[in-house]
């Protein structure tokens, strides 16, 4: 099914992350894994690293000259990607590092809110514009953004109560306006590459019972979602038979977004 793309992937060591790219590698697709350096990347170099399909390269997706430097070395390394995923992402729990207690709205720092905009919304940005400055035109292309159940629709704050983390603003913030940014390059690229957003729901990650039962009453089909089902339209959006989809926003979520 993808054997004819080559998929260039950001934040690849993560819950969903790591899961593309197995399945990826597994449909045929060679894989241009990047990540940041640490215990992401080192994973991601054990479990796949002898793999013929794969290659992995270190970068963090704010920081501008990384994003230049790394898509530079991927194409003098005689890759070609054809397909490309903004999925790098941070969310609120960072603000948690060392125990800190999750502030809540008034409390929330300009430093955590800018930290969530460079990754969650100017990394997609960096990644684009490289795409356009060095390979928009060579070959067709496909953009996926990756947004979240969080974007359109508001959070229900409620079930976070008692919880030790909480909806942050931020995060719904750029997850809305990655699809901006998608609808802006599908129409300047209409020609040359489809862009869409893919939006997973809530991704089962060892949450507690609790947390499990309150958000399952808010999705249709009343439960958490697997990594596997959002990488199963992962693969699809991919893949040729997706073609004549573009500036899409395409949920996965068990139905959150339709109640
Ligand atoms: N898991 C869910 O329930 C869920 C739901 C909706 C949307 N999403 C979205 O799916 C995507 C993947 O989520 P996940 O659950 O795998 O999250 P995750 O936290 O497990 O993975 C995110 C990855 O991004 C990497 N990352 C963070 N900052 C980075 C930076 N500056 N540069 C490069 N990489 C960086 C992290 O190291 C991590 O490996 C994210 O965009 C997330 O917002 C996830």
Request: hydrophobic share 40%; glycine share 8%.
């Amino acid at each position: 099914m993808l054997d004819t793309k080559t998929i260039f992937l950001t934040g690849s060591g993560g819950i969903l992350g790591s899961t593309y790219v197995r399945r990826m590698l597994d449909g045929g697709a060679r894989v241009i894994a990047s990540e940041l350096p640490g215990a992401r990347y080192d994973g991601l170099a054990d479990t796949f690293g002898s793999h013929e399909n794969f290659a992995l390269y270190k970068m963090d997706v704010s920081d501008e000259e990384q994003v230049a430097a790394t898509i530079t070395e991927v194409l003098a390394d005689g890759h070609k990607p054809n397909v490309f995923f903004n999925n790098a992402s941070i969310t609120g729990e960072m603000l948690m590092k060392d125990g800190a207690e999750f502030p809540d709205f008034s409390n929330t720092t300009l430093e955590s809110w800018n930290k969530t905009l460079s990754v969650n919304l100017t990394g997609p940005f960096l990644v684009a514009r490289e795409i356009d400055r060095q390979v928009i035109g060579k070959w067709d292309l496909k953009l996926i953004n990756i947004a979240s159940m969080y974007a359109l629709r508001a959070p229900h704050h409620d079930i976070y109560d008692g919880m030790p983390f909480k909806n942050f603003s931020a995060y719904q913030a750029t997850k809305a306006g990655v699809h901006g940014l998608t609808l802006w390059l599908a129409s300047y690229w209409r020609k040359k590459a489809t862009v869409n957003t893919l939006a997973p729901g809530a991704v089962f990650n060892g949450h507690s019972e609790e947390f499990q039962k309150r958000i399952s009453e808010l999705i249709m089909q009343d439960r958490m979602a697997q990594p596997d089902e959002i990488a199963d339209v992962a693969l699809f959006l991919s893949s040729d038979a997706a073609n004549h989809m573009t500036g899409q926003f395409i949920n996965v979520d068990g139905g959150y977004n339709a109640w």
